[in-house]
């Protein structure tokens, strides 16, 4: 199943999903046409497992980054999430808008992105905890925080001769704004 969803991946970012055929997937891949069909029904059935692995690894990615801070550092871990979080989306866009063209985040039950929100909540949460900022309402400050992150890294996409670091550490600064955390103290 892997190498059909890299193979796609390849050919979707070079071609399109609409110029893809499923004949050139299994080429690319690799694989008899039937193995294809013994995982998913359909392109879009394709998309939707592509978009399930796309935001797993976003999530992992994220993981990854806080988990190289100190694991009671609830400020180093919410600046490594926003940050991580931009270059991510930043580096990963061409794919995210092909898997989540028809399937985008307004899903409601997406789990990969629950996950992610989760993710920062839980920092809020243990932030809020230990004293290092009083969030109120985690789950509605994880909410903005991430739409967001995401919708100022559209920006930057559309205008990729931007300094990305400084973009960064300005979207950084108001997202330590909403916890109640000033620049100076971070």
Known sequence: MDELMSAAEKLFLAKGVD??????????????KGTFYHYFASKNEL????????????????????????????????CAWVQENIEAYADT????????????????????????LEQLQAILESGT????WYVAEPRITSLLIYAGVHGATDDIIASPEADRQSFIRVVLADCLRMVGVSEHNA
């Open 129 to 132: 905890r230990t004293g290092v």
């Open 93 to 116: 866009y061409r794919l995210h808008d092909i898997v989540y063209t028809n399937h985008h985040h307004h899903n409601r039950t997406n789990r990969e992105k629950n996950a992610i």
């Open 47 to 78: 998309l939707a497992a592509m978009g399930e692995r796309y935001t797993a690894q976003f999530l992992n990615r994220l993981e990854e980054k806080i988990n190289h801070c100190h694991a009671d550092d609830w400020l180093g871990r919410l």
């Open 19 to 32: 110029s893809t055929t499923i004949n050139e997937i299994v080429e690319q891949a690799q694989v008899a």
